[in-house]
């Protein structure tokens, strides 16, 4: 096993590139999927589960375990990949982004930010500092530096104050992280939709030097078309020699398109979340199990699909545990819809490889239909 954190792209098409970031737990091949881990769990799954899918990583979440059980907890009991039987790679997130979303009575300033428990009204802070020591005491191997989500929309003067500030706790970030061989630092950047903005923030992300860089600030209610038009530009501004992540994204038909785009890593609570909520993901689009359609159709969601869910139910049991709110509804959607959006990642990799991204792209599109099937 390396010692070392390192990224090697093994091959390119067009601006979309495939390869392996090594590190000391496992190596991650790219372009990967990060399925989230939010409370120490991919809920409804098993470590085991979620490792047959073909997942490589897990996210790991921050803001939930600092409030429980506390990062001091688990580092006591041995550190987050022990606590969840999880030995391969975990990426925390820096906290910033849930305090924003799920926080009470949140204060920001230049320092970080202060807040209370969703779970008990607690006071808490998140700096920088505290930011690096959090995620050290999980045991992370990719730890996201501190920074703000800048809000969609923002006027170009709030968006540059908001990007501004997370460069400063990028900074700040570094100098916390230290030197820790092995474990690597990704840097993100901000700029909303502006394209001096990215390219400001970019500049300022290689000056402080980073592991790996995260695109920030999108998949917050800007729509897909214009994700995209800042994508055309944004990945090519970060060092090409090291993995680029988008955070939150996505849809598949948003993973395809920011891979095309040179995109080396995603995460997003989609599958899961939406796995127990009845939907499930197919090469022919969205099933929602829900509907009285499937009540008596004897076939599995999708016949190609290998996952236990498809191997071995009907439709019409699926249909039937998810309007029951049998606990299995969820472990068998949550199962599917990792394993769908896995294959979907080796689908692309293979393509890639192979020089025919392309083709494999408009296969894609051409199966998909438009809503619910
Ligand atoms: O600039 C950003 N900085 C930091 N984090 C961001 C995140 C969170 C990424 N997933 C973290 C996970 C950590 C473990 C628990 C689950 C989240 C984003 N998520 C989205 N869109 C998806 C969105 C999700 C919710 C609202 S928008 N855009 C994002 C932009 C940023």
Redesign the pocket.
Known sequence: MTKKFNFDVTATDGRARTGVISTPRGEIRTPAFMP?G?AATVKAMLPESVRATGADIL?G?TYHLMLRPTAERIARLGGLHRFMNWDRPILT??G???VM?LAGLRKLTEEGVTFKSHIDGSRHALTPERSMEIQALLGSDIV?AF?E?TPFPSDEATARRSMELSMRWARRSREAFGDRPGHALFG?Q?GSVYRDQRQESADKLREIGFDGYAI?????GEGQATMFEVLEYAPAMLPEDRPRYL???GKPDDIVGAVERGIDMM???LPSRSGRTGQAFTRFGVVNIRNARHQDDPRPLDEHCTCPACRNYSRAYLHHVNRAQEIIASMLLTWHNLHYFQELMQGLRDAIAEGRLAAFVSDFHARRAEGDI
Do not use: E, P
Not at 216 to 220: D, E, M, Q, T, W
């Open positions: 989230v939010t996210l979440n997130d820096s910033g982004f849930q979303s996201m920074d989500c993100i901000q920030g600030g999108l998949a917050v955070m939150g994204v995460d997003c609570v």
